[in-house]
């Protein structure tokens, strides 16, 4: 991979305190919003840094994954540009070449290649860019880019979509004396929101990675949050995760502290991940589901997933009904094996179904209880296996329904 | 398989015309549904009939479906007991044995072996039957066994829960200059309702078939039918399906009139299956998806799956949105190959997505035509195969949610 030409951008103004080093931000609006919101978004690296991504399984893929899909795991990115209200899918060859002007407009500032600039897109499907409002926010962000903490925000702002709020997360670990900064933004609200698409996210770390173990951090964490997530169940066609290193913190790390930042990181995404089913279209309450007892780690994850993803057991805790009925007979019908006999069922702390058979339980205080918390966690035991998954879902009211109803391409 | 004893029920009243010969049935109410309704359904046969089963897959099974399934195939059955109002499931050893009961004591009046009766039940999961009420109801509806026309519907009315309509399928077809007759009930308004379980359905024929024919045929008639119809997803702890043959229309069948009975069976089938979608919980459409140009049948049957599953899809459904991107993508995250490039699809006959690209078409009026209809065709094709499918599936309304959500155990 080659180098990109010396940034063009001098002199660097000083990063905030809770930021990595080596990046900076901007979001700004261009007018692809009709809500004059912002919807251009920019990361720019002081020099090339190593990027690994993660992204949509769809097969259905939208032109900026394709386009970012095929850099990465790199050594030499230099910018991520992103648009909101436009989600470059289904758009043809055309779309094609407009994800790539966008990062040939952004590398003719910088001074680089267009190779190393990654792109992201959210939004309405099947509509073209307006590429001369996106070259114009493109310029305007350029201008204002800056490393400081109100940048970030407005960056992680220009992403969002439905969001009600922004996702964004910091953190400052000490491994083997260096000062290793993580910064993380994320965006979605439904894995497809009404005339929107897709969840978003840029991790950015001042940590020295080589690519390959960018890629694989990443893709663990990945694994360990954003897909352990579920709103509406739909994959979208744009789903893209970034991580940016920047290796301004220090010398490259030991295995020993590699493996701390790992867990730092699956930790940090899935704060991002949460704050995503916190963020979920007209949720009322959130699921954290444990399941543990499986005969595999796969197998918990199988059962946590479609426990998840019943609409009878969100709209259950929608309602704050501890139906343990619904959420046994979802284990029971996941693809993977569980002990009928063996199964227990945990709500907010409470054993209501123990080994097969219902407990007696005070039905009005535990669902007190389950409507006063926003967040609601079951456990459930399936066996005497060894595997265990978490799973966060958003529950399913009759905003989520009014929501993507209510609303006519 | 042994013999049952002679019936002890003479002489035989004059069948309904539209009815297969040799059964009796009866609806009857025993106090289990607190609204007073019938919960207490019969039906009997005047002599040992083949009778064929197909059960729920969820891991987690209603004692009356462990009864029924160990029964199943024989050519020695001589009625079907259902209760409704409680789905006798997640029951332990206690629940095992009143279904066992409710086999013996209608036994008992007809004079039979208890293993040549098949129980179902349907209803509120967890709570063990009141076995005074149901043993009573069986009795009272004993006395009333008749073959006419308003028993056979007091008997589909008996096995409902959440059901706003009853959902009865007759015919008569010429086989071999034999007229064979075929009479099916079915019930199911949600994979689960609030606090209701299950799907059920009985045909009666007075076909010959032996009791591997009948399980084969049955078996293949539910590929076609009840496993491809979709409300929630959510697979219950109790679906059975029962297919009882009395032989009393004439000799056996060849096997070119059995291929006849066969399709036969599959469009009845198929149209008790649509009823229970029509009936869907808060259902204000429902959705008949065709997938065809898959690389095989199953491939094809996944893919119209998940969009039949998709809550963004429904919603939009709702809506009387023409959004293609959701529907699409839904097909993209189906685990089957699809072809995006040759993606088509149309909606209500208008063709809206055309080898992958969006085709310019009048969405008001698409719109106005999905929400003055009941049923919207959508016709999606994913490529140059030769697999094709069919799914039924309801779409999701603020109704279910409420439904769903505003109950509490």
Known sequence: MSQSPPTSLTPLDEPSDSLPKG?????????????????????????????????????IVAAPVVNSRSKTPSCSIRAVVTNSGNANACTGQQGIENAQAMCEHLAGFIGCDPEHVLVMST?????????????????????????????????ADAICTTDQSLKVVTRAITLEGQTVKVAGMAKGAGMIAPNMATMLAVITTDATLDHQQAQTML??????????????????????????????????????????????????????????????????????IQVCGAEHDDDAFIIAKTVAASPLVKT??????????????????????????????EICGE???????PVAFDAARLSETMKSNREVPIVLKVGRGEGTAKYWSSDLTTAYVEFNSEYTT
Chains 1, 2 share one sequence.
């Open 23 to 59: 990046f900076r931000f901007a979001g700004t609006a261009c007018g692809l919003k009709a809500s004059g919101k912002k919807d251009i978004s920019l990361i720019v690296t002081d020099r090339p840094v190593v990027a690994a991504g993660v992204y949509t399984r769809n097969q």
């Open 123 to 155: 939004g309405v499907i099947g509509v073209q860019l307006s590429m001369d409002q996106v070259k114009n926010g493109i310029e305007k962000a350029y201008k204002v880019l800056a490393a400081s903490t109100e940048n970030f925000l407005e960056a």
């Open 219 to 288: 893709k663990t964490a990945c694994n360990e949050s954003f897909n352990r997530i579920s709103v509406d169940g739909h994959t979208s066609t744009n789903d893209t995760v970034l991580l940016l290193a920047s290796g301004e913190a220090g010398p490259e790390l030991s295995v020993e502290a590699q493996t701390q930042l790992q867990q730092e990181l699956n930790q940090l995404l899935n704060e991002l991940a949460k704050q995503i089913v916190l963020d979920g279209e007209g949720a009322k309450h959130i699921m954290a």
């Open 316 to 345: 259950a805790i929608t309602g704050g009904d501890p139906n343990w009925g619904r959420i046994v007979s979802a284990a029971g019908y996941a693809d993977a094996h569980i002990s009928p006999e063996e199964t227990c069922l």
């Open 351 to 357: 054993t209501i179904y123990e080994n097969g058979t």
